[in-house]
Each structure stands twice: as structure tokens, then as C-alpha cells.
């Protein structure tokens, strides 16, 4: 799946919440979205969740079969858990009996068995998170996005979200995930990408190690586009800019930036690993 | 796509929030409809109070589901579907109401014209197609309303309602409105007792709810 110059605003003259997005879902692949608060990675995971249209730019080769997790799930509907969850296999194109079945494990698995019969209305948040979860995990999706779907369930469901994601990866489903906690799925491959300013870099890539590379170049020049390695890049104040990319490009990064034109001081290498818990800063 | 609407109509079923649409049908039958009154007058009066009972369905089926949950669900079926079948299940409810209130019109009126000098039996089964067809045409032009008053194309209620009932009012109203057709078909063949057959209105009604239907489906992901 793929995503080409996609932008996306709200209403005809909205200001711009992403523009220019250029960004790869392999099949079997995770793809980790990071970013501040507010800076647009909802939106990104709801347009390739396939909710929201791009507003300018194409989406291509999604999954027929995607599911997506919100991060609170306060499900004011009038039905059971269980009933909740076999409509959503229905819709999944899963047949009834099979549905049900499916709902039922899948509860079960996440230690919300006894609340099956439940009205959605009157469960926990964790257990509202639960059904969320388990609504998206019974169809068995090519394509599963999760923003922040962790947040809310209990260690033992969690632990058990971290497990379905490799299941849903070792049987060649796409995985998307948001989640605060810089070590979630820390010891798994993945590709990574940063939100902010309406654009979204690609990061290193995780599970390795990377470096930190501060720079300053002359002033008012901006960061040379192209940059081996698509480093994660960040302003800092009183000028210069910290630049994280995967070790295995720290090499190429650093003579890009010694022969760029006008060229460039760098200030400090640092290795870090990756994920730097947001702030890659020694 | 059938799942899509087995779920909206399962939604709208247990939320009991068919109940004030409802209640309002059946005030409006009791009002303008007595015992012994010629057959299509009822039923014109029957077709026209489902018109706005319909728009009031399509927002009760599209504002029912929390903001997440139609998260999870146009990601499972898609937007555009997702937001088709909470259309089409308001649409369902509301051709309910109306074949019940036809059936309830046609035991209690009597089967003659508003002309009661002259002998003007109107026959029993061609008025209650007349009716039926009639019902159907308010409830698609109910649904293009609703479809057009509602997310995604009006979102704050403080403009959905009024729009809504300045929608269906206009809609009833209105000269050369397929819903007017069909209910003014109904009172005049009344006078005449002849039954129309008003397919002209139904036809133009169809094509109004798929257009409005369409849009707003197209444009539930989009805005």
C-alpha cells in the first residue's frame, strides 16, 4: 500500500493538517508513527485506515481487509459485546456462527470472556478498549491500525495486543501503530515515520541503533533535501538542527552534509537507540 | 452491504429512538385521520405525515453511533457504505411506519370518494396501492431530506433541525414536488373516486433520494 503526495484538510478551506505525504505500507510489514500531539498522526492513521479521503493526493493498493483501533473506545451503543462484535464480523464478510466464534476467543484471549453478554454501555474503559480491540483483531485484517490502542487495557492485555501484532505480521498482514511508550514492539523490524508540521519524514528504521548528528549551516540555509538515510530532523533554538538517522547511514549522512553547498559544521555525533523515547537529545 | 444495514437497523431497533418519530406518526394519523372519511383523503394524509418522520429516521440512524465506533466501522465496510446503510435502514424503519399506518387508514376509512352524493365506491386493493405508493414516494423524498439536513453535509444540529423541517415542509408543499404529486393525486382522484397510479412522482422521488444519497455518502470521508 502506498500513499502519493497525499494531503488532507477539513472542509473546502481548512488549513492543511498533512500535505505532501509520501509513505510505504509493505505487505507484512510494521510501520510506526511518531510525532507531537496534535501534529496530525490521527489523521495520517485515518486515512490509511481508509475512514478519511485524502483531500489532494492518492492512496493505493489498500488491503480489502482493513481495521483500525481508535485510543478510547466509549461505545454508547445498545448492544451486547458479544452482538457488537458479530455485527463487526458481519461486516468484516465473516458469516454469523463464524463471527461469534471468533468474537468469543477473541474476548476470551484479552480476559473479557465474562463480559460478553455485557452491554457496551455499562463496560470499563479497559473493557470497552478490549471490544475494540477484538473487533479488529476477529477479521483477521491485511492492513491493522492501531492508534494508541494500548492505552486503556491492563499488562496481561497488553502483552497479548503485542502478540496478536506478531501474529497479524507473521501471517503477512501490515501493521500501523501509534503508541506513547517508545519500547512498544521496540524488539520488532520496522519502518518509522515522524509527524509534524503537516509533513511526515521517514525516520530510520527500528530495531537497531542509530546516531544523532547536530549541524549548523550558514544561516537561513535550510537542510539539503534528499538526505541518505531520511533522517528524523528537528530545529533546535539558537540555530543548527539534530538530525536522527539508522547507524547504518550515519556515514553518508555526515559526507552529505560536509559536501553540501554552502557546506555545513557539524557540532556532535551521538549513538542512541532507537526509539529515543521521543527525544533523541544526549 | 447487507451486514452494513442489519447492524444500523439493529442499532436504531435497541436504541428505542424510533419511539418519538413514532409517536409523532401516530398523533399526526390521529389528527387527520377519522373513521368513516373517504379512503385515498386519508391516505394522502397518512403518505404526507411519513415524509417528515422519514428525515427525523436518517438523523436518529446517522447520529446513533459514537464518533469511534463509525471510526471502526467505515474502516471495516468503508465510509461511503457505512453511511449508505444508516440511510437505508432509516429508510426501512420509515416504509414500515407508513405501510402500517396504510393498513391502519385503509380498515377504518370508507371506501367511497369525498363526493358522497353521487355513488363513488373506490376499489379497496387499487387504493391501497395507491397509498403504498404514495407512503413510498414521502419516504424517499423523507430520506433525500434527512440525507442532505444531516452529517456529513450539515453537522451542527442547531442548523440540521431547522433545515430538516424547513426541508420536509417545503418538500410537502412545494408545486411540482414529487411528494406533493403524489398526496394531491390522492385527495383530487378522491373527489373523482378514481385512484391514481402515481408512478411520475415515485420515479422523480427515487431519482431525488439516490442523487442526495449519493452525495452524502460521497462526501462522509471526504469532509
Known sequence: MRLDAVGRRYGRRGPWVLRGVDLRVPAGGLVRVEGANGGGKSTLLRLLAGIDLPSAGRVTDRPARTAYVPERFPAALPLTALGYLTHLGRVHGLRGAEARRRAERWLERFGAGESARTPLDELSKGGSQKVAVAQALLAEPELLVLDEAWTGLDARARAELDAAVGERLAAGGAVVFVDHDPRRLADVPRAAYRVGGGRVAAGPAGGGPAVVVEAVGEPGSPVPGGLPGAPLHEELPGGGCRLTVSAAHSDALLRALLDARPGWHIRGVHPVAYPPDGDPAP | ?223
Open chain 2, 1 to 223: 452491504m447487507t451486514a452494513l444495514v442489519r447492524y444500523q437497523l439493529a442499532l436504531l431497533a435497541r436504541s428505542h429512538r424510533w419511539l418519538p418519530p413514532l409517536l409523532v406518526y401516530a398523533a399526526a394519523l390521529a389528527v387527520g385521520v377519522q373513521p368513516g372519511q373517504a379512503v385515498l383523503d386519508s391516505l394522502g394524509v397518512a403518505a404526507a405525515a411519513v415524509l417528515p418522520v422519514a428525515a427525523w429516521l436518517v438523523r436518529v440512524c446517522t447520529g446513533v453511533e459514537p464518533p469511534a465506533a463509525r471510526a471502526c466501522l467505515a474502516a471495516a465496510g468503508g465510509p461511503a457504505r457505512a453511511h449508505l446503510a444508516s440511510l437505508a435502514a432509516a429508510f426501512a424503519a420509515a416504509c414500515a411506519l407508513g405501510a402500517a399506518g396504510v393498513a391502519v387508514v385503509v380498515l377504518i376509512s370508507d371506501a367511497h370518494g369525498s363526493d358522497r352524493a353521487a355513488d363513488t365506491a373506490v376499489p379497496v386493493a387499487a387504493a391501497t396501492g395507491a397509498g403504498l405508493l404514495a407512503t413510498l414516494t414521502c419516504a424517499l423524498l423523507g430520506t433525500a431530506v434527512g440525507a442532505l439536513c444531516n452529517r456529513p453535509l450539515l453537522r451542527s444540529r442547531a442548523w440540521a433541525v431547522p433545515a430538516t423541517l424547513a426541508g420536509a415542509g417545503a418538500v410537502l408543499v412545494a408545486a411540482g414536488s414529487p411528494a406533493n404529486a403524489a398526496v394531491t393525486g390522492l385527495v383530487t382522484g378522491s373527489r373523482a373516486a378514481e385512484v391514481p397510479l402515481p408512478l411520475l412522482p415515485l420515479t422523480g422521488a427515487a431519482l431525488a433520494a439516490a442523487a442526495t444519497a449519493a452525495l452524502a455518502a460521497a462526501l462522509s470521508a471526504r469532509r
